[in-house]
């Protein structure tokens, strides 16, 4: 039972251009949403989050959207950067302590 | 460097060994989780403290495992008798109470072959 699915497995992109990763949950009791990028043998790197009671979250490069009525959020990456490079999982949490549900990843490729 | 710390990176057993890690999480979360990953999936959940009290254990966390925090800082996880489909990667992350989910953070990661 996938609870958070990433459906791209993979997601080519030219340097400068938009990176758009794309995520789906079931779960309507999930409240938090998360963003992580992970490079080859190192752990999760924290990207940018947002709560239920929101629709958009900006951090410089980096906008996550959240459409609950379609159990649907998105991360977007401008302009996309070479070291942008990587798996990419989102991550849902129906709890307050922060008890994660992952999805499978995106690897993002970006072309100099 | 005050992030999360685990130790050791890179594990090689054989099967039927048993196998420690430690995971120091950063000095003012209280609160740690233990998650496996293996390839081609996203982490998944195993266990969760907070302070010293284990509150959560995912169905996945055998009786082979078991996890402490003793003094509500650095946390242990053991893997008795190992078996093959142990090989995965074992993360640890933290956060603080107040922050709830939005930031939990990852260490490196210790990745476990069984052979």
């Known amino acids: 039972d996938q609870q958070v699915k990433q459906n791209s497995p993979s997601l080519s992109v030219q340097e400068g251009r938009i990176s758009i990763l794309n995520c789906d949950y079931t779960?309507?009791?999930?409240?938090?949403f998360l963003w992580y990028k992970k490079y080859p043998a190192e752990g999760p790197t924290f990207l940018i989050s947002i709560s239920s009671i929101k629709d958009k979250n900006e951090d410089g490069r980096f906008t996550v959207f959240l459409n609950k009525s379609a159990k649907h959020l998105s991360l977007h990456i401008v302009p996309s950067q070479p070291g942008d490079s990587a798996v990419y999982f989102c991550?849902?949490?129906?709890?307050?302590?922060?008890?994660?549900?992952f999805g499978q990843g995106t690897i993002l490729t970006v072309h100099p | 460097d005050t992030g999360v710390s685990q130790d050791p990176r890179h594990k090689i057993t054989k099967r039927g060994q048993n196998v420690t890690f430690r995971c120091d999480p950063i000095?003012?979360?209280?609160?740690l989780y233990w998650y496996r990953q293996t390839l081609g999936q996203g982490p998944e959940f195993l266990t969760y403290?907070?302070?010293?009290?284990?509150?959560?254990k995912s169905r996945l966390l055998s009786d082979r495992f078991s996890a402490e925090r003793p003094k509500g800082s650095f946390s242990t996880l053991e893997i008795q008798r190992t078996e093959q489909g142990d090989s995965a990667m074992y993360l640890c992350?933290?956060?603080?109470?107040?922050?709830?989910?939005?930031?939990?953070?990852f260490g490196q990661g210790t990745r476990l072959t069984v052979v």
């Open positions: 991550a849902a949490s129906a709890t307050s302590y922060g008890k994660l549900t």
């Open positions: 779960n309507s009791m999930f409240d938090y």
């Open positions: 992350a933290s956060s603080l109470a107040a922050s709830g989910a939005l930031s939990a953070f």
């Open positions: 000095s003012e979360h209280n609160r």
């Open positions: 403290f907070q302070n010293e009290a284990q509150l959560e």
